[in-house]
Each structure stands twice: as C-alpha cells, then as structure tokens.
C-alpha cells in the first residue's frame, strides 16, 4: 500500500477554506432561528421543537451524501460536486428564510414558511458540510490529520465569528434592529444575505484549488483491493463491522451534543430575561394566562444581537483553546479537559448576570467546542481503512443528530419542569443542564480505544 505523502500547508488549508463560508451559514442559523421563530410569534416551550428538523435532516441526509460520493468518480472530483451542489441550494435558501415574515402571510403560515425553509437550510447545509471532513480523511495521511482537523477547526471557528457578529455590526452601523410584529428585522435579513454572498465564493474557491485523487490512485493510498470494489454492502453491515472508536466516541457525542442544542435553544431567552431585563406580555394559552418575553421589544432584539456577541466570544475561545490541544500529549486527557471547562462554563451562566461578564462563561464554552470540532474525527478517521471513509462519516453524523433530535423532542417537557425562582428564568436551568451533560461526556471519554 503507498503511503498518503505530506501536503503543503496551504494544500491542507485548501481542502478546508470553503468551510469558513458553510460555517458562516451554520453559525447564522444557530444564533438567530430561536430569535426569527420567537420574533413570528413561537411559544417559549415550544421552541424546541423547531429544532427537530435540522438534526433529523442531517441524520437522513448525511449517510446517503457519504454512501453517494464513495462511488461518485467524475472530472469534478469525488466530493467536491455535493458540496457545490450542497452550497448552491443553501444560498438559495438563506435569502427566503429570514423574510418568512415579510410576505404578509398569516402567523402560522409565516412559521411553517420559516420550517420548511429551515429544514431546506440545513439539509443543504449537512450536503455542503460533510464532504469537507470526507476529503481530509480521502487525502491526508495519519500524521497530517490532526494539522487538517485543526485548520478546519479554525476555519469554522473563524466562519462562526463573522456568521455571530453579522446583526450586531448591521445594527451598529444604523440598520433597523426592530421591525413590525412577525417581521425579522433588517439587521438579520441582511446577515443571511451577506452570509449567502460569502459561502458561494468560498466554495468556488475551493472546488477551483482542490483537485481530488483518481480512483486508482485513492485505491492505493488506501490499500483498496480493485477486484473487490464492488462487493455489495449496506449501511447495517457496515455498523456490524464499525472500529470501537465509532461507538465510544459516539457516546461522548452524544452529550455533547445534546448539550450544545439547549445552548442554542435557550441562551436568547436567557440573555433577554436575566440581562436586558426584556418586558413580559400576558398570553392565553388553551384558556389560561402566561407570561412570556415581549420579542417585539427593543431590549429582546439587543438581547439577540449580545447572543451573537456571545456565541462569537465562544468562537474566539475556540480558536485559542486549539491552539492548546495539540500541546497536550494525551489526546484523551485534552478532550476530557476540554469539556469539563465547557461544563463549568455552561453551569456559571446562573452566577452571571452582567453582559459582560458572560464573556468569561462563554470562553469557556468554546474550549469545549474546539475539541468537538477536532478530536472526535480525528480518533474515527485514524481508526477507520478502506473505501467506506464517506458512509462511515455520514453514519457518525447520527452521534450528532441523535442527540440534538432528543434534546429538541424534551426540551419544552423539561423546560416546564423548571419553574421560575426569585429573578432566575427557567431557561438558565437549561444551560446549567447543558454544563452537567458535558461533565458526563468528560467521564465517559475513558471508555475510548485509539487506534495504537
């Protein structure tokens, strides 16, 4: 079998530049659709719900995308064709998302606009998303890949930043950071669009720099027995047959994930409530009263845009603690650390109330979102041989999914167990929660066999 030969740094950083505009889009629609959903009229405890689609788009979408390219072979490459593909539909959608309330539709059909249109978004997201970690594990030998993982860490990290800043620097600039009752306001309609403008010409140059190995080349690198490539498979065979590592690391994904999905489910109703002290207006609901925030209020869209500031915070805490992670020797011990700090993180956001001050939480949070980003593909794709890399990422992406589908399914179920004490909105306890879920994970990272 021939060896991978080392590639150029700027090579390795190719293969993943078109990354920093699919993160951009990523990070747009994490820190804004409980905001855009909220702003249309959404109740606070069913706000989780909105979410299923995304993982459950990715869950479905992600494996036929990885079983696909593995026998995709055509003049434009191998992986590069779906994540053009992938990118092209995503700009599409990232225009109309944002003006779901807009086209004077009534508010219930505003929101099933806006669903259909996320679930469009992130399927085209998951499309564009994949073949970037599929292409480090096509051409970047095992000493490299955790250079590729780690530059593509950066990338994303560095895409989230702009994707996060995007309504804050709008609104800083006079763009209408408040808009009628069901309408988005200017300051986020424009952040999609400048967001859709970035992703295309990232990927353009991506899909213009990267030239992919020929399948006969691929096939000795990988040590691919050619009379054998058309031995029939499944998606269940090929779980049957999954290296260790798919399955202990899927585990600590699974909290991790989970996780991250309250993060992004309730830090705006968490910030508007315990920060920019947002006004409640009285709703009835199946013949009873609530409260809820007023998200027409001037103080719930700045309490979004500080959401933004926030999540970039988190980014930059990221791209920093990477540049950590490869100094620890053990890669268990990094990845351990790392979401513990993110636990602790997650967990002081009760003990903060200043806007500020939550920059500290949110540093902390980012240490555990570069290792989540980095190590868990990093243990897979050494564990993994063969011509299966695409299929067995795809089907990894489940570890993501899955539990960003069940947290979305009970959220608003726990989120009603919380009931309010003193000035602490619920919502707070949903983020402490989160911090407990990744201290879970930390433990359960001993559990994990690498690949010797």
């Not at 779906?82 to 700009?91: K, W």
């Not at 309408?183 to 400048?194: A, E, L, M, T």
């Amino acid at each position: 079998m021939k060896k991978i030969p080392d590639l150029s740094f700027w090579k390795l950083w190719n293969i993943s530049f078109g990354f920093f505009g699919v993160q951009i889009a990523y990070a747009l629609q994490s820190a804004n659709i409980s905001r855009i959903f909220s702003t249309l009229g959404a109740d606070p405890h069913s706000l989780s719900y909105f979410w299923i689609l995304p993982p459950l788009a990715g869950i479905i979408v992600q494996p036929i995308i990885g079983a696909l390219s593995d026998k995709t072979w055509c003049r434009f490459g191998r992986r590069i064709p779906y994540l053009f593909v992938g990118a092209l539909i995503a700009v599409l959608v990232m225009c109309l998302l944002p003006n779901a309330g807009s086209f004077g539709m009534s508010v219930s059909a505003a929101m099933i606009f806006g669903l259909f249109s996320l679930m469009f978004l992130d399927t085209s997201i998951n499309i564009a998303m994949q073949p970037f970690k599929m292409m480090v594990g096509d051409m970047v030998n095992e000493k490299q890949k955790g250079l590729a993982y780690s530059i593509q860490s950066f990338l994303c990290n560095a895409g989230s930043l702009a994707g996060y800043l995007f309504p804050f620097i709008f609104a800083a600039i006079g763009i209408s950071n408040i808009a009628p009752k069901g309408v988005i306001p200017d300051s986020v309609i424009y952040s999609f669009y400048i967001g859709a403008a970035i992703l295309i010409l990232c990927v353009i140059y991506t899909t213009v720099k990267v030239k992919e190995y020929p399948p006969q080349l691929y096939a000795e690198y990988h040590g691919i027995n050619t009379e054998k490539k058309e031995e029939k498979t499944n998606i269940f065979s090929l779980l049957v047959k999954a290296p260790k590592a798919f399955w202990t690391v899927g585990l600590v994904q699974f909290f991790c994930w989970a996780a991250f999905m309250f993060m992004w489910t309730y830090t705006n109703g968490t910030v508007a409530a315990e920060v920019f002290n947002t006004p409640s207006v009285e709703v009835i609901k199946d013949g009873v009263k609530h409260l809820v925030l007023d998200t027409q209020s001037v103080q719930y869209q700045n309490a979004g845009d500080w959401v933004g500031i926030l999540f970039a915070v988190q980014a930059i805490g990221s791209v920093i603690w990477a540049t950590i992670i490869p100094l620890i020797k053990s890669r268990k011990l990094a990845y351990s650390l790392s979401l513990i700090l993110g636990g602790i993180g997650f967990i002081s956001v009760m003990f903060i109330n200043n806007q500020y001050g939550l920059f500290v939480s949110f540093l902390l949070i980012g240490c555990a979102w570069a290792a989540m980003l980095a190590l868990p593909f990093t243990i897979l794709t050494n564990a993994l041989t063969g011509g299966h890399m695409g299929t067995y990422l795809g089907l990894f992406n489940g570890t993501i999914c899955v539990p960003q589908i069940v947290a979305a399914i009970t959220g608003g179920w726990i989120l009603k167990m919380f009931t309010t004490q003193g000035n602490v909105p619920p919502e707070v306890n949903m983020l402490v929660l989160a911090g407990v879920l990744l201290i879970v994970g930390a433990l359960c990272i001993g559990i994990i066999k690498e690949k010797e």
